[in-house]
């Protein structure tokens, strides 16, 4: 039985559910997954995954920066755990090292190696391509409202969560 039926089915017996934004949201979460793997998948002939690539492309752009750990999960959604490990296994490959802050001795630094900037040139335009396959029913003037609503949502369930805390 499709998930459409299930909410279907959910919505008759709750006839006061609400069927549209219930399915909305279902979609999204589905989407965001399968989009997820489409990238992981492109990925995969680079030996690397999403949150590996989005840390190495973040740390290539931030290279006249300092970067801390805990920045880069915040902007991925990763715990300060995730992002150990996932440092980790980027430190183990040669991809990252790490440094002692200049502007605070508690903090680390990280850095991209000259390894890491080659797969990035590699890797980037593999991603680009997945992206584009995976937003091609849209078309660009979809994709512009499309963004717009998300950018919207995104700012809405934040504010609801920065209230709730």
């Known amino acids: 039985m499709s998930f459409e039926r299930r909410i ?10 609400p069927r549209d934004l219930i399915l909305a949201s279902r979609l999204l979460l589905r989407s965001a997954r399968l989009l997820r793997q489409h990238i992981e998948r492109a990925l995969a002939v680079h030996d690397l995954d999403l949150n590996q690539y989005l840390v190495i492309s973040m740390l290539g752009i931030d290279a006249m920066e300092p970067t801390m750990p805990s920045e880069l999960g915040l902007t991925i959604d990763a715990t300060r755990t995730q992002m150990t490990r996932l440092i980790d296994g980027l430190e183990t490959r040669g991809l990252v090292q790490r440094k002692a802050s200049q502007h605070d001795r ?12 080659d797969l990035l040139k590699r890797a980037a335009p593999t991603v680009h391509a997945a992206y584009a396959e995976a ?17 919207r949502l995104h700012q809405h369930l934040a504010a609801l969560g920065a ?3």
């Open 8 to 17: 279907d089915r959910f919505c008759a017996e709750y006839p006061e559910a």
């Open 163 to 165: 209230n709730a805390s």
């Open 135 to 151: 937003w091609a029913p849209i078309g660009k003037t979809g994709l512009a409202a499309v963004t717009r609503d998300l950018g």
């Open 106 to 117: 508690r903090s680390l630094e990280l850095i991209l190696t000259p390894a890491a900037h």
